[in-house]
């Protein structure tokens, strides 16, 4: 299906309107459980975007004539207040079902984490008080649905969504489309191209401007290429896309970056997918497009280090590439093997040096504390760090998620609990090698190298004390 450009950028979704009163009625009103005042991680960031999943389903059931609206709690004041908006937006709406997709190109959502669940059954209680159906989408959703179910959700929507809530929407009546609605009968949307342009309109896109403007003098929007990453790391958790791979055209994907630099003017683009230029054939055919159509903007994005060759760098370069972020993890060769991460240690200098050369900043995903790693890793690791000096790096702690090999693996070290409260919690889950205390020492040091360029012997100091503590107690044990 071929995108009518012209006709979606004047698309506005208007419902039907109660002269008599303040209702503006929606069938389908969407939402989503990620609040940034409730991470302090992201509060530090300040880099929100639009939930991109739940966009992208709520165009999909407008273009089959159903009047929908959006609930959009990311920049609204956290706690109690949160929730009477919601409660607000559904009289406002009246709509016949509540839908709380979660946004599937965000890694927030993928992490499950303890505030966002407890936000999504807050949304339930009220919808379920007022008699209004509510579904959920998302990562916790599916590894959860049980829970969910039991927390007023009539159903939880597995695998890709856009068909699944599709059909819920047409069912009469709702409440007879209860529990799991899995994804055996629903392949997998091969042709993304076929999908509508997602329903940017039902943003509030100037608060979202707002907020990037004063925290970093630019304004910066999300897209994605693709859905799924054909590769087989241990760790990593895919509950909605699998391990298949599909991407848009690059042209398509070229169209939507002038829809957006047309309309919304961006200063920058972050592509949300978890590998991004896969092929380098579609990555010289973006390139091209990008330029043929006058599309060029700033992007950042994220792939691996084996995929980032000197051609393919180049590529991006010409594409309008600013930044690529590859989950590097580890710089010892012995853990990514036992990661099954299918990369070598040389692959990260040899990315690194070829982002460098094409003026591409370089961020490093580095991931401690998993089984087998001890202090001669965490050494290789932050030798890699000094020795390639990457323009930025985040830093993870090993995190079981369900239906991985390493959650397999380590069930019987988790403690009471599995899941962290925000993302900045860097909480040991399972019974590693070392405590989540020194695991967060060890950001804290190493961050400051990274980003502030100034070695805090306070800060490695820390690191050693603790590291010292372990091994005297595991020593005495």
């Known amino acids: 299906m071929r995108i009518n450009w012209s006709r979606r950028r004047l698309h506005v979704n208007r419902g039907s309107r109660d002269v008599k009163s303040d209702v503006l009625k929606a069938e389908v009103l969407f939402a989503h459980s990620n609040n940034l005042f409730s991470d302090r991680k992201q509060m530090e960031k300040m880099q929100p975007y639009p939930p991109l999943q739940t966009i992208l389903a709520a165009a999909v059931l407008r273009d089959a004539g159903f009047d929908v609206a959006l609930f959009d709690p990311t920049l609204k004041p956290p706690g109690p207040a949160l929730l009477e908006a919601f409660e607000a937006s559904l009289e406002k709406h009246q709509p016949r079902l509540v839908v709380v997709c979660e946004d599937n190109f965000n890694f927030l959502s993928k992490m499950c984490t303890v505030r966002n669940r407890e936000l999504a059954f807050g949304m339930a209680a009220i919808a379920n008080r007022l008699g209004i159906p509510i579904a959920a989408h998302g990562s916790d959703a599916t590894d959860r649905s049980g829970e969910y179910l039991r927390a007023g959700f009539c159903a939880v929507v597995l695998g890709e969504p856009e068909s699944a809530l599709l059909d819920l929407a047409r069912s009469h009546p709702i409440d007879e489309a209860r529990g799991l ?23 509030d896109m100037e608060s979202y401007r707002r907020v990037w403007t004063e925290a970093h ?146 961020g490093f995903f580095l991931q401690f504390g998993y089984p087998g790693e001890g202090w001669n890793e965490i050494e290789a690791t932050v030798r890699m760090v000094r020795e390639t000096k990457p323009d930025d790096i985040g830093i993870s702690v090993s995190y079981p998620l369900p239906g991985t090999v390493f959650h397999r693996n380590v069930f019987r070290g988790i403690g009471p609990s599995a899941n962290w409260s925000d993302s900045a919690d860097l909480a040991m889950i399972f019974a590693g090698p070392y405590p989540s205390e020194f695991y967060r020492a060890l950001a804290d040091a190493l961050h400051l190298e990274v980003r502030e360029g100034r070695y805090s012997e306070a800060a490695w100091e820390r690191v050693y004390r603790l590291e010292r503590r372990t091994s005297r107690a595991e020593a005495v044990a």
């Open 217 to 362: 003098g630019y304004f910066s929007l999300n897209m994605a290429t693709s859905r799924g990453c054909p590769y087989k790391c241990n760790w990593c958790a895919k509950p909605i896309f699998g391990q298949k791979y599909h991407c848009r055209s690059a042209q398509g994907v070229a169209q939507e970056m002038q829809h957006l630099k047309t309309v919304y003017g961006p200063d920058q683009i972050w592509f949300g997918d978890d590998i991004f230029a896969l092929s380098p054939r579609w990555t010289d055919e973006f390139a091209a497009a990008v330029a043929d159509l006058d599309a060029v903007i700033p992007f950042r994005m994220q792939s691996r280090c084996d995929l980032m060759t000197r051609t393919t760098a180049a590529a991006l370069k010409r594409a309008g590439c600013a930044e690529v972020w590859m989950g590097c993890e580890s710089g010892s060769q012995k853990i990514l093997d036992a990661m099954d991460k299918g990369i070598r240690v040389e692959q990260i200098y040899a990315a690194r040096e070829n982002l460098r050369l094409n003026g591409i900043r370089a």
């Open 181 to 203: 609605i899995g994804p055996s009968t629903r392949a997998a949307n091969a042709d993304l191209d076929a999908l509508p342009l997602a329903a940017w309109d039902l943003v």
